[in-house]
């Protein structure tokens, strides 16, 4: 499979300001050093709690927020051209016709439909600066795209607030989809949605990722979820790469403590199951001061004294499983020793 | 046994401008003491309005417009109380007390300004004058702390406070300036507690952490001294309002293991879990209720619920959730949630349910009890033969 | 699949509208304010009905027979009474009504779009032009509105078009100030993020996206303004520096009135005319576009309104 990103040592610290002269006092790093390849056609799950930086990769990779350092390498499908995003202005990604090409779906639908404009016009604005359209193929298109995530075109003459949360995410996707994308960053797009929507929104994206050839960076801190619906799954952890594997193999054979805390933390919704429990201690450090060594060091169950001062790098234990770990090597058997089992299932 | 808390056929509406929304139609459950009952439901379901409802914390434009509330805080006495009819005083009085709740967002639930212990030595402030008093007088007495000056006035006013917390005396004296100033010894003994009851919470440094502000704290700590200050004064009923779902997935594991381990030290005696997430119900509930657009579709014991639901909303639920160790694609509900300002005649989940039969379209299914406990409100289910 | 709210078949600006309407409209008070302002609407379109004026050309100079300063009481001929001078006091108050529109609607004006214009720009792209104007706008804080108003009077010659005008340079800085706020507020959501990723121009973005979803605060504001501009005016005009001896102006006839406020000690409510038929007409008006702001504020506030 050929790669439609590469990430390298991607790094995003936001600066915070202090003293008289305003001058830069610490930063927080949300994004440590990344370095990751997204193949066409997948769908690459990135996980992990609240401060790892995965919604900061994504936002990243679309110039949402300028990297700090690290380079963006990005491949369109059609050319042999790749260009380096993190040099790129917007009007020059404009210029080269990339900018549309990477698109994202947001957390929550309500904030990100602007409430003020009718559907049909919140679709239409994407196709609208691709090219000029007559009034009358555009709404055909429009409609299309409604028919596509499953709307009807009852619904083109409404407001956002007039549709549920479900609805309004698949105008959200459809909007997205306007704009003819091939990678789309979809940042927790069913965490505010209920249970039973979340189904329907999941199915859906799977069926056009297939259908239209997409690239999907899934975000998201459910590992359920991203189960689900991924081929490769990531695990972050304080702006670093902590995990990376295919979804079967990170689930059956999870080698860094973290995913083990991640897995077994999940509530299960099935009380004939009782698993082992990894409580981790503390919470998670801050982003301004993570820790020396690996940086998981602190709350970490295996934690023995190589850990606390030396950072472990990123190592490819075969079938494109990476893992970041000291001990890398016993950690499922430590963890079985210590809490009864490392396997889910 | 009697029941902790019963609600029979809860109605609550809400006359918005759209028209009245009939948020809950004839809700009833039942709580036992010592169980932890946990209610799931999807967004509009009722579930929030149900235990807004039981605390009467529903605001306009809502309206309890019938049923009833028994509240039977004792095991042992027949005594039980009709909190729909009670008036506003004595439900100060029962919230905090005997009921306490906890919600979702802990940044919301604390206040910005006021430092940590302040905030959990209200609750006892308020519910517990009467015996923080007889415990500073005690104090005195043993020589512990001293009044200082003003010995025979504050005794005076800390008799009074033993005797009967709401004497005018004391209102009025926390109005006149400088002579509010008897509350020191006071608040001194609720922060005391407040630190021991955070400590019991595993938070380390408590005398610390009560001179803190809710800023200084992570979402995790946060939602812990939000759980400290509902159980100050020893509730019986703790409600839970979504009280995970904000936190991460390791966070939302250690409070979940928090409240099990008080759960064993009898520290909480029944919880009310709400909440749309299956997997911490299967985890930490005894007994389940499944609301589905105000209605109550099935209420059962955790492991029948899970294992065989009868109801067709609790089956396509379970199945559109994803799950550890099974695989396959994801079934999911048609339709949509009901608009309830004119809700679906008869059984509200007709429209989406795949075995609606004609009588589902007129007539609202009763919950029917088909042994063992498990209930279940539809019209289409054969009742179990055995046991 | 339906949409969660069923809707008539009606277009959905209009349905829109009707629920604003609603929800203004739902406040008596709101409905106090708009009866008032409706009034003073008719009495200025009609004004020439309602008080022929004597010099066609000048409609805006009141009438006066002779020059005696003292005031005679409401007669037949003149309904208000007249004021020192002789000026006819109900001329005054129906072509008053068209000079308070017409301040109104020129300072809320100039300084609305002004304000707006400059506010937008800062804070949609910020850096150094933010910074610029702000400290601009900082200074433009420091200016007294009167002495400004004293300096232009001095400078171009009294009238009531050199007080709109210091009042206008003054006023935008409000304008500024809220609608950059709300601005800064606004860029950051993600529906404007969105619009971003799809390569939308910035210009585009700032007139889809982001003024209707910011104008709010400064429309009520707006219409507050509408009201206390005409106090200012009055003011200024009560102390001499606004409209001429004789303009049709409310201020101007309170300023007329100044020296028959308390008549003679044995009868001190004498010339009461004089202040309250002006003093009303100033009152009621401003409290007209004060009520319909505090309903516009109520109505557009986001977490009541779907409510």
């Given amino acids: 499979m050929d790669k439609i990103l590469e990430l390298k040592k991607l790094k995003k610290h936001y600066p915070i300001m202090g003293g008289v002269l305003r001058k830069q006092v610490n930063s927080v790093k949300a994004l440590d050093g990344l370095d990751l390849d997204i193949y066409r056609g997948e769908c690459l799950g990135v996980v992990g709690e609240s401060g790892c930086g995965k919604t900061t990769t994504g936002k990243a990779i679309l110039k949402l927020h300028d990297p700090t350092s690290g380079d963006i390498i990005y491949h369109p499908t059609e050319e042999g051209k790749s260009y380096n995003l993190s040099e790129m202005s917007y009007s020059a990604m404009r210029r080269a016709g990339i900018r549309n090409k990477l698109q994202m779906v947001f957390q929550d639908p309500t904030t990100s439909l602007n409430s003020r404009m009718l559907i049909k016009h919140i679709i239409a604005e994407p196709l609208k600066e691709q090219k000029k359209w007559s009034a009358r193929d555009l709404e055909e298109k429009v409609v299309q795209l409604l028919h596509l995530v499953g709307l009807t075109s009852d619904h083109l003459m409404r407001y956002p607030h007039e549709f549920s949360g479900g609805q309004r995410q698949r105008i959200a996707v459809a909007r997205a989809i306007a704009a003819s994308p091939e990678f789309i960053v979809l940042d927790e797009p069913t965490s505010a949605l209920d249970v039973s929507v979340q189904a ?124 970041a770990c000291h001990r890398r090597e016993e950690s499922r058997k430590l963890i079985a020793e210590r809490f009864g089992s490392a396997d889910y299932c | ?154 005794k005076w006013v800390y008799s009074t406070a033993a005797a009967n917390p709401n004497a005018r005396l004391l209102k009025v004296l926390d109005r006149i300036p400088l002579l509010k100033l008897w509350r020191r010894p006071l608040h001194r003994e609720a922060i005391r507690r407040s630190v021991k009851i955070i400590g019991k919470l595993g938070i380390s440094n408590p005398e610390e952490i009560v001179t803190r502000y809710p800023h200084n704290l992570s ?46 030290k009898k520290a909480i005696s029944s919880v009310l879990l709400i909440t749309h997430d299956l997997g911490v119900v299967a985890e930490t509930c005894d007994r389940v209720g499944v609301m589905y657009a105000g209605t109550l579709c099935e209420v059962a014991d955790v492991k029948d619920l899970f294992n065989s639901p009868q109801h067709p909303y609790t089956k396509a639920l379970l199945n559109s959730v994803p799950r550890f160790c099974v695989e396959g694609e994801l079934a999911t509900i048609e339709g949509s949630v009901p608009n309830l300002v004119t809700p679906p005649s008869g059984c509200r989940f007709h429209p989406r349910c795949k075995s609606a039969t004609e009588i589902c379209k007129t007539q609202k299914p009763e919950l029917v009890d088909l042994g063992n406990g498990h209930m279940a409100a539809c019209h289409n289910i054969q009742v179990k033969a055995e046991d | ?210 003024l209707p979803n910011s104008i709010y605060p400064v429309l009520i504001m707006a219409s507050m303004d509408m009201g206390s501009m005409v106090i200012s005016a009055s003011f200024m005009s009560f102390v001499g520096l606004g409209a001429p001896k004789g303009y049709a102006d409310w201020g101007q006839m309170v300023a007329l009135a100044r020296n028959y406020i308390v008549g003679p000690p044995s009868d001190p409510f004498k010339f009461w005319y004089t202040i309250a038929f002006p003093g009303l007409a100033i009152i009621l008006f401003v409290l007209a576009w004060n009520l319909i702001g505090d309903a516009l504020r109520d109505a557009f506030d986001p977490k009541l309104r779907r409510r």
């Fill in chain 3, 1 to 210: 699949m339906e949409a969660t709210i069923q809707t008539k078949n009606e277009h959905p600006r209009l349905r829109e509208l009707k629920f604003t309407l609603h929800r203004i409209f739902r406040n008596p008070s709101a409905i106090l304010g708009f009866a008032l302002l409706i009034f003073f609407l008719g009495v200025a379109v009609a004004a020439p009905h309602l008080a022929p004026p004597k010099y066609e050309h000048a409609p805006y100079q009141m009438p006066h027979k002779g020059y005696s300063p003292t005031p005679k009481a409401p007669s037949a001929e003149h309904m208000f009474g007249t004021s020192s001078g002789q000026y006819d006091i109900f001329y005054g108050i129906v072509w008053g009504t068209r000079t308070a529109f017409k301040i109104g609607l020129f300072v809320v004006g100039f300084a609305g779009i002004i304000g707006i214009s400059l506010g937008v720009i800062a804070g949609y792209f910020g850096g150094w032009f933010d910074e610029l104007l702000m400290r601009f706008v900082d200074i433009v804080w420091s200016i007294p509105l009167l002495v400004l108003a004293m300096t232009i009077v001095v400078a171009f010659g009294r009238g009531l078009e050199n007080i709109m005008l210091a009042l206008a340079l003054v006023e935008w800085r409000w304008y500024v100030r809220v609608i950059r706020s709300e601005v800064i507020k606004t860029r950051r959501q993600e529906f404007v993020e969105a619009a971003k990723l799809m390569g939308v121009s910035d210009l585009k973005i700032i007139f889809r996206h982001i």
């Fill in chain 2, 1 to 154: 046994m009697k029941n902790l808390l019963e609600t029979k056929d809860l109605v609550t509406n809400f006359y918005t401008y759209e028209g009245v929304v009939k948020a809950l139609d004839k809700v009833s459950i039942e709580i036992k003491h010592g169980q932890t009952f946990g209610l799931v439901g999807e967004s509009g379901c009722g579930k929030s309005v149900t235990v807004r409802s039981i605390m009467r914390i529903i605001q306009q434009p809502g309206k309890i417009e019938s049923g009833e509330v028994l509240y039977c805080d004792d095991a042992e006495s027949d005594e039980c109380d009709e909190l729909l009819s009670k008036s506003e005083a004595w439900m100060r009085e029962l919230r905090g007390d005997r009921i306490s709740m906890i919600f979702q967002e802990p940044n919301a639930a604390l206040n910005p300004v006021l430092t940590i212990g302040e905030q959990v030595a209200e609750s006892y402030m308020f519910h517990r004058k009467r015996s923080i008093s007889k415990q500073v007088l005690k104090d005195v007495a043993e020589g512990k702390s001293s009044f200082g000056l003003f010995h025979p006035f504050l």
């Fill in chain 1, 200 to 323: 329907q929104i999941l199915n859906l994206l799977h069926k056009l990722r297939k259908q239209l050839g997409l690239t999907y960076l899934f975000v998201t801190h459910h590992l359920l979820v991203v189960k689900y619906i991924s081929t490769r799954i990531a695990v972050m952890y304080l702006g670093k790469l902590i995990e990376l594997s295919e979804t079967e193999n990170l689930f059956s054979n999870a080698m860094h403590p973290y995913t083990h805390a991640l897995l077994s933390g999940i509530p299960n919704p099935d009380p004939n199951l009782a698993k082992p429990r990894i409580v981790l201690e503390g919470d998670v450090p801050s982003p301004l001061d993570p820790p020396q060594g690996c940086r998981f060091h602190t709350r970490c169950p295996l934690c023995i004294d190589v850990c606390k001062s030396k950072e472990p790098e990123l190592v490819d234990m075969g079938n494109g499983h990476k893992v």
């Fill in chain 2, 219 to 264: 979402g995790g700590m946060k939602q812990r001294i939000v759980i400290a200050i509902a159980l100050a004064c020893n509730p019986t009923l703790l409600i839970a309002d979504e009280a995970t779902s904000n936190l991460d997935v390791t966070i939302q594991a250690q409070i979940l293991d928090l409240l099990g381990e008080l759960k064993r």
